[in-house]
């Protein structure tokens, strides 16, 4: 595979999991730190330079990890646009692909997928891919809108979607590849949410479309995936990973 960098976003404090002296990207699921799975599928691809983004209780995550891994700060958590911003800053000028995952959901992802993910925004010369997934049960995470010809038209989230938009079962589980120049031209752009007041990656989707950016998916359908968010969530990404080996 050609030179990829890579970017985990774990910053988050992660309330509903009741953490509060470690991150809960630190938290053991199958045996090893959360953190490490992903991480070791980075290095198996040979990502480099993988960089985390930290923020709350960022030494329990440094401590993990040593070597290769950069680790930079989101000193205020405003979003994923944000903390991808602030990763790019100790980022190489001349780095081409930027792969971007989430911390906490990220450890059950197999390198096939990855790599596959990875060829098919080279393959077809876009700026930015993205994985989608479906699941049986897609309250609370974002739909991916296509129009009838199954071209992208862009992803709703749950509370802005209609009825008829929930019962799509096709998500965004926050896996994306980018051209790190689409990167460094269109996060400026992204407008801070009015509810949150937070910096969201995902709406560099309908810039990039609205741009005539080549905005690419691949679809891998039904996989084991599992958002870590509670202790619950925690033990059924346990239960998935125990499944799968």
């Known amino acids: 595979m050609k030179e990829l960098a890579a970017i985990v976003l774990a910053a988050g404090e992660g309330k509903r999991m009741e953490s509060k002296d470690v991150n809960k990207v630190t938290l053991p699921l199958g045996g090893k730190p959360m953190i490490l799975h992903t991480v070791d599928l980075l290095r198996q691809i040979e990502a480099s330079p993988i960089t985390i983004v930290v923020g709350f209780a960022k030494d329990s995550v440094k401590s993990l990890l040593d070597g290769d891994i950069v680790f930079v700060e989101q000193a205020q958590r405003l979003g994923t646009a944000n903390a991808v911003e602030?990763?790019?800053?100790?980022?190489?000028?001349?780095?081409?692909?930027v792969l971007i995952l989430q911390g906490d959901d990220s450890a059950l992802y197999k390198r096939e997928i990855i790599e596959a993910l990875v060829n098919k925004h080279r393959e077809s010369n876009a700026a930015f891919t993205f994985l989608t997934i479906n699941v049986d049960n897609p309250t609370g995470l974002g739909r991916i809108?296509?129009?009838?010809?199954?071209?992208?038209?862009?992803?709703?989230?749950?509370?802005?979607?209609?009825?008829?938009?929930?019962q799509i079962r096709e998500i965004n589980p926050a896996c994306?590849?980018?051209?790190i120049q689409f990167l460094r031209k269109y996060l400026p752009q992204?407008?801070?949410?009015?509810?949150?007041?937070?910096?969201?990656?995902?709406?560099?989707?309908?810039?990039?479309?609205?741009n005539n950016e080549i905005v690419e998916t691949l679809t891998a359908g039904n996989i084991p995936w599992r958002g870590v968010n509670t202790k619950d969530e925690l033990q059924e990404a346990e239960r998935m990973l125990s499944s799968r080996e």
Not at 86 to 97: N, Y
Not at 176 to 179: M, S
């Open 176 to 179: 994306y590849v980018a051209d």
């Open 145 to 166: 809108i296509r129009n009838r010809e199954g071209k992208l038209e862009g992803i709703i989230e749950e509370k802005d979607a209609t009825f008829e938009q929930k």
């Open 86 to 97: 602030v990763a790019l800053r100790e980022m190489p000028q001349d780095m081409g692909d």
């Open 190 to 210: 992204v407008e801070k949410s009015p509810v949150t007041g937070e910096y969201y990656l995902t709406s560099l989707i309908d810039i990039g479309i609205r």
